[in-house]
């Protein structure tokens, strides 16, 4: 129930025909985030060369050298034979670094800043869904929040996450709403992994996100609002203190004599 809105609105944004110059590179990111993001999931199979290049309006030259640079980083796995293709790989620690290089590469004040615009795109449509809900929308929050007790791991946690506020926005019943936190969680989500290793944050987070299906589910849309602004702002400070962390790590790394 709950991949309804993931599905239809994320994939359709991931996977829409390209026009920009660095096809490679726009192939690359769409891919990352959508196996980061939890759009592709663990082992799932993608579709062949030529048609995934179809959707990407590029060509299997372009599609092929993207895959290479996935693969390089652990994110997808190729097989070769009659049952042979691509695939979506576990995530493991070549990801985690790989996540700790993106954070590393977005200044604080981008930090900050990403976090401000996802306090305001995801508490306009808390504060629109306490309004404008259905009763099946409420069920799939609330389902949503059931689910957050078996996400067991910082990425297990972080998907779920993401498929809430996803939802969240679609019950907003606001289209631009929808297409605007698509994309956040797109361009930021991955990174908040980093966030969800903290079991104090995760558990923080949780209970604001109850809150949140609670308040919608009641029409009160000033305490919807209020919950989603501190759930990324929360996450967001946590960010920053993992970045202050890396950076000094980074440092004394470079300080030690080769």
């Not at 009160?220 to 501190?230: F, S």
Request: with cysteine; charged share 30%; proline share 3%.
């Amino acid at each position: 129930m709950e991949q309804d809105s993931l599905q239809t609105l994320a994939r359709r944004v991931l996977f829409a025909p390209l026009d920009e110059i660095s096809r490679t590179e726009t192939v690359i990111d769409r891919l990352r985030s959508a196996i980061t993001l939890g759009v592709l999931a663990d082992g799932e199979q993608l579709p062949s060369e030529v048609d995934l290049a179809k959707q990407f309006n590029v060509s299997p030259v372009t599609l092929r050298d993207a895959l290479k640079v996935l693969r390089g980083e652990g994110l997808v796995r190729t097989t070769r034979g009659r049952q042979g293709g691509s695939f979506v790989s576990d995530i493991g620690e070549s990801t985690q670094r790989h996540l700790e290089e993106m954070l590393l590469e977005l200044p604080p004040l981008e930090i900050r800043d990403l976090t401000d615009w996802q306090c305001a795109i995801s508490s306009r449509a808390a504060a629109l869904a306490a309004e404008r809900s259905s009763k099946h929308s409420v069920q799939v929050l609330t389902h949503l929040v059931d689910k957050l007790a078996e996400a067991d791991t910082p990425r297990a946690f972080r998907r779920a996450e993401s498929r809430f506020f996803i939802e969240l926005a679609a019950a907003s019943q606001s289209t631009r709403l929808s297409k605007a936190a698509i994309r956040l969680q797109v361009q930021f989500a991955p990174i908040k992994t980093l966030a969800y290793r903290s079991e104090s944050v995760r558990a923080q987070a949780q209970e604001h996100l109850r809150r949140i299906a609670r308040s919608v589910s009641a029409g009160d849309g000033l305490d919807a609002h209020i919950d989603a602004v501190q759930i990324h702002t929360l996450v967001g400070e946590e960010l920053l203190k993992i970045r202050r962390i890396l950076d000094i790590q980074r440092a004394e790394a470079e300080d030690e004599p080769r």
